[in-house]
Every structure is written in C-alpha cells, then in structure tokens.
C-alpha cells in the first residue's frame, strides 16, 4: 500500500442514516463520533465539541480545553446547521443534535476541499486496481461492481477507466479493517464505510472500504455499489453535497441505481473535466461509382479524414486482411496497410459491393486467408477481398438460438481457436475441428482479468489480443492474463 502523511483523508465516507445490524457496543475508535449514549446535557455538549472540532474546525486552547465561547462555538453549531439545512438557532436543539448523532463521513463540511489535494487528474485515461478483497462476495462481482462505479462518471465525461494490476495504478482499491496504513482507522461495522483521497502521486486516488460491514448488491448489508460510486467521485476531485439529491451527499442512502448522478454532480465532474462529446458518425452516401474497385482506393480520397482523430472515436470491428487492418464504424470503413503511410477510406458498399449493412464483428484466419464479417445472425465468408457466396447464420457456428449478435470475435493463433463475445460472455471455437470448445460460454471478467466490461471490437496482432472497448484500446497479454497497456483506439489510425 502507498501511504503519506496527510492532515486529513481527502475524502471521505458514505454513512449509515439507518440500521442494517445491531450497532456496537462501543466506537472509541479513531475516526468515529464519541460521546453518544452520556447524560443528556454533558452528552450533548461533549457531543457537539467533538464534532464540531471533527467537521467544523472548532479550535482548541493551547491547554488543550475546547472553546465554548459564544463567538465560536455557537458560530460552528451555525455553520453545522446551514450545511444540513435546519433551524440556524446557534443552539443545540434536538434536530441538532440528532444529526450530530447520526454516523457520517470523516471529512470536514466546511474545509476547502482544493486544500487537500489536487484538483483534477491532468489525463483522461486513469488506471485502477483491486489489491485485496471482501469474503462477503466473489472477485468476479467486486470486479464487477468496482467497474460499473467507475463506469458512472465515465459516462458522463471524456474519463476512461482501465483495469490495471499494477501496485502503481492511479486509484488503488482495498477492503481492510481498523488501522490500514494511512492513518485514518476504520471504526467497525455502521460507522465509517469508506474513505478516497482526491487526484494525485501516491495514496492520491486511493479508495479504502471498511471489511467490517457486510458488502453486498442489495438493499439488504451495504450495496457496494453505490458507496464506490460515491468514493470514486471524491477520487475524481469532488468535494461532498448539501444537496440530498446528489450522490456526492454524505450519508447513505437508497438510490435508483439506474440514475444516479444528480445534475449538480454532472456540473461539477464537467467544470473538472469537460462534456463527453459524441461524434455521429451516420455519414451520407454519395455516388462514388469511379471508386468501386476493391482496395484500390485512391489515397487523395478527402472525405472525413478529420473525423479519425475525434478522441471518442470507437470501432465496431477491427480485424486484419494480409497485411492491411481493417477497422468498420456504421457504414464506414478505414484500411490501413501495415508499411503504408496512407490510410485508405470510404462506405463498406465501396469496398464490397455484396455488403449493404453495417459490421458487428469481424475476424481472420490468416493461415486459411479467410476472413468473417457478422451483422445480427448472419455473417459473410471473404477469400482475399471478394465476399463469398450468400451470407450463412452464425448459428453454424454452434451458438445457442438466443444469441442474435455478436458484439466481437478474434482468432487467437497459437491456440487455433475463435473467441466470441457477446455482452458479458464469450465462447471458444476451434477452428480445426469446426465446433465450440465444451464448458462455454463463459464470464469474460473471470477469464479476462481486467475486462469488466462488454467489448466492441477485437483483434490478435504480434503475439497480443488488443481488446476496443469505447474509445480506448487493451493490449492483452494471454501468458501473463493481464491488460499490459492501453491506448486510444484511433492511434490505431496514426492519431
């Protein structure tokens, strides 16, 4: 684990605004609100004292003895009000003090959070990794979970998030207990669930999640999955929300998992990291007919040749012909000669004609010369660049009657086999003994370390699977089963 010294973790913790599990009996732990269960009055002001001091930065002497004056103390009670939005009386009433008994988050409500850190991470494609894990799931579904939360504001940013298995990722994700090195200690089960530190070197980005609760998908334990969701945007470089609405808010709650980032967190991730932009790529289709011949196109070819280099440029297929890669997106088509410098381009139609559709997935057999094109059921059989009879159905292949598409396929050639990909699935063909391999399909994640997610387009070249997923490319390393490198997908094209 990388650890630094820091005044404060920089951010911090979703928490418990109801009951899972019978609380315990004590949390005198560091990092948790003491003074719960005293004598109404001395426990109300121990009580404030202490988190006031903890979120509000109310001083102390130089003897050590809390100020209870009325210019500061009752001017934090004030400030603690304001941010949750109760009577601002500067009294302890019980709204007051029922929120101050309420378990939350270990960061300060009212300290600047761009005192803690930087601000903003100065790259897009940001690499995380999983060191040790919860017993209360399997890997597979914390990898899962981890993915689809980091996965949230990638959706609504120009950030990609790349699984790595490197000690040195930009945000190092663990399950651990009490004191865990960066001292800041978890408290035990319904206190503090979690806590991240914002962008930076070392521990900078680094999410920690308390094993003492019980992590589960439900509603029923802690749902990891809105917790990491929650604590990668603090890793990202935003600060906790007033506003209840917002998943950045800092007590847990049930939200829809299907929305949940407010307007307000967009807002705020955006003014870090600008808009996603999204390139429609539905080009128009004009009369090219002097163009037809086959992979001869003419290299002055002008138009779109902008739109390669577009940073969110994605692939629907990539695979390789001879000594040419081809790569498809709607109804368009990029080749790209391995000695060349040129990149030929144009609608499919205008390289073959028999093709009237776009490409779900593609892949070659170089030592056959035979390459597979596939849209929904069906599929095309090319020898050199002629497209070969009428389109056959994938079932052939021996897929199950419920898969309609697929979303990649690859030959692998040291193994002689054809892997299939479909959503969070793959299956294994042999292409030797024309059938799929027995015991598929199979989890991508689980075989795959490092791929939590569905994957567009693939393609085997020098030794290596490189795996397009969205506007980022894997560099797949089957020895080692680990993701080596990544890149984006359009570097492919020379951008």
């Known amino acids: 684990m990388r650890c630094v010294t820091l005044s404060w973790p920089v951010a911090v913790v979703l928490v418990l605004t109801h009951t899972c599990r019978g609380a315990p009996a004590s949390r005198a732990a560091a990092g948790t609100v003491t003074g719960l269960h005293r004598g109404p009055i001395q426990n109300d ?70 005192d803690q850190g930087s601000k903003r991470w100065t790259k897009s494609v940001i690499s995380y990794s999983i060191g040790r894990y919860t017993s209360d799931m399997a890997p597979s579904t914390v990898d899962h979970l981890i993915g689809s939360a980091l996965n949230v504001w990638g959706s609504a940013s120009p950030l990609t998030f790349v699984r790595s298995f490197s000690h040195n990722a930009d945000i190092m994700v663990d399950f651990v207990t009490r004191e865990h090195g960066d001292s800041y200690p978890f408290d035990g089960p319904q ?32 749902n990891l999955y809105l917790v990491a969701a929650h604590e990668f945007g603090h890793a990202l470089g935003l600060s906790h929300s007033n506003n209840p609405e917002s998943l950045m808010y800092p007590t847990y709650m049930k939200r829809n998992q299907h929305n949940l980032l407010s307007r307000e967190d967009i807002l705020n991730l955006n003014m870090l990291y600008g808009t996603r932009s999204v390139l429609p790529y539905h080009f128009s289709r004009p009369s090219w007919n002097s163009f037809y011949k086959p992979w ?28 040419s890669t081809l790569f498809f997106k709607d109804n368009y ?43 929904g059921h069906k599929f095309w059989t090319l020898r050199g660049s002629q497209v070969r009879g009428k389109p056959k159905p994938i079932h052939k292949f021996g897929f199950p009657k419920q898969v309609e598409r697929l979303d990649a396929a690859v030959h692998v050639d040291s193994t002689g086999r054809t892997l299939f990909f479909a959503e969070h699935l793959y299956w294994s063909y042999d292409e030797d003994r024309r059938m799929m391999e027995e015991l598929h399909p199979r989890n991508i994640s689980e075989d795959f370390p490092g791929l939590n997610t569905s994957v567009s387009a693939a393609v085997h070249r020098d030794g290596f699977t490189h795996f397009f997923i969205g506007p980022l490319v894997l560099k797949y390393d089957h020895k080692r089963k680990q993701v080596v490198s990544a890149d984006k997908a359009n570097s492919w094209l020379g951008c």
């Open 296 to 323: 001869h196109l003419s290299p002055r070819f002008p138009l779109f040749l902008q739109d390669k280099c577009n940073p969110n440029l994605s692939f629907d297929a990539v695979t390789t012909m001879g000594e």
């Open 45 to 114: 002001l121990t009580l404030a004292a202490e988190y006031l001091e903890r979120y509000y930065t109310l001083g102390r002497e130089r003897t050590g003895r809390r100020r209870r004056s009325e210019p500061t103390f009752a001017a934090k009670v004030r400030d603690m009000q304001t941010f949750f939005g109760l009577n601002v009386t500067g009294s302890l009433d019980p709204a007051t003090v029922e929120i101050m008994r309420t378990p939350r988050c270990g960061v300060p409500d009212v300290q600047e959070y761009s």
């Open 333 to 375: 088509l990029w080749i790209k000669h391995d000695q060349q410098c040129d990149t030929k381009e144009g609608p499919i139609k205008n390289f073959m004609p028999k093709i009237d559709s776009d490409i779900d997935a593609a892949y070659s057999v170089p030592k056959k010369s035979v390459v597979c094109l596939f849209k």
């Open 191 to 222: 206190g503090t669930l979690a806590h991240a530190y914002g962008p930076g070197t070392g521990i900078g980005g680094d999410t920690h999640f308390d094993d003492d609760e019980v992590w589960t998908t439900g509603s029923n334990g802690i």
